[in-house]
C-alpha cells in the first residue's frame, strides 16, 4: 500500500518538475519600497493609494503559487536593520513578526524570503504592516524601519498550480542561497 502510495506522490511531483523545467516560471514582478516613505494604510486601503495602487494592480494579477525575496537596495547597515527589528518584535504593542536565526550574515543583502501558495497581495499587506489582524505575522515594515533610510526591492516569481505543493522546497532552497538577516528557514 505505501509503495503505491509513494509511486503517485512521485509521478506527480515528477510531473510538475518536468513541467518547470520545460516551461520555466509562470511570470515574475518585482518592485521597491522606500521605507521612509510609508504612510499609515491602517485606515485607508493601501490597494487604492496613489502610492501603491499600480504595485497591487500587478500584484493581483499573480494567483499561483508565488516565491519571493526582499532584497536590501540601500547602504544600510544590516546590524541596525536588525536591531530596530528586534527592538519592534519585543516591545509588547508590536504585531506578530518572523522568527529570526540567532547569527545572521552581516553582509547579506537579502532581509526576507518567503512563499505563498496563492494571494500573494495579501502576504505583501502583512509583510508591509498594514494587516488588521495583529496575530497574523509579517515583517511589519512600517513600524520599525523609519529612520534607516532603508530601500527595497520585492522579486516575486508566479508558479503554475501544480507546483503548490513544491513552493516551500523552493523557499528553503532560495533562503539557503540568500542568507536572509530576518527569517529562520
Known amino acids: 500500500m505505501i509503495d503505491n502510495f509513494i509511486d503517485i506522490i512521485t509521478s506527480k511531483l515528477n510531473t510538475a518538475l518536468a513541467a518547470l523545467k520545460s516551461n520555466g516560471i509562470k511570470r515574475n514582478y518585482t518592485f521597491e519600497i522606500d521605507c521612509e516613505c510609508l504612510k499609515d494604510y491602517n485606515y485607508i486601503d493601501i490597494r487604492d493609494s496613489i502610492e501603491f495602487r ?35 518584535s519585543a516591545s509588547p504593542s508590536s504585531k506578530r513578526t518572523p522568527a529570526i536565526k540567532k547569527h545572521f550574515d552581516i553582509n547579506s543583502k537579502c532581509l526576507y524570503v518567503g512563499k505563498v501558495k496563492k494571494t500573494v497581495w495579501g502576504r505583501m499587506i502583512q509583510h508591509l504592516g498594514f494587516y488588521k489582524v495583529d496575530k497574523t505575522q509579517g515583517l511589519q515594515l512600517f513600524y520599525w524601519s523609519k529612520g534607516l533610510n532603508l530601500k527595497l526591492v520585492v522579486h516575486l516569481c508566479e508558479f503554475d498550480e501544480n507546483m503548490s505543493d ?9 533562503a539557503k542561497q540568500m542568507n536572509p538577516i530576518i527569517g529562520k528557514h
Open 166 to 174: 513544491l513552493i516551500s522546497i523552493f523557499e528553503i532552497e532560495l
Open 54 to 88: 499600480d504595485v497591487f494592480k500587478s500584484l493581483e494579477k499573480l494567483k499561483g503559487p508565488t516565491l519571493y525575496w526582499i532584497e536590501i537596495k540601500s547602504n544600510t547597515d544590516n546590524v541596525k536593520i536588525r536591531e530596530y527589528f528586534e527592538n519592534y
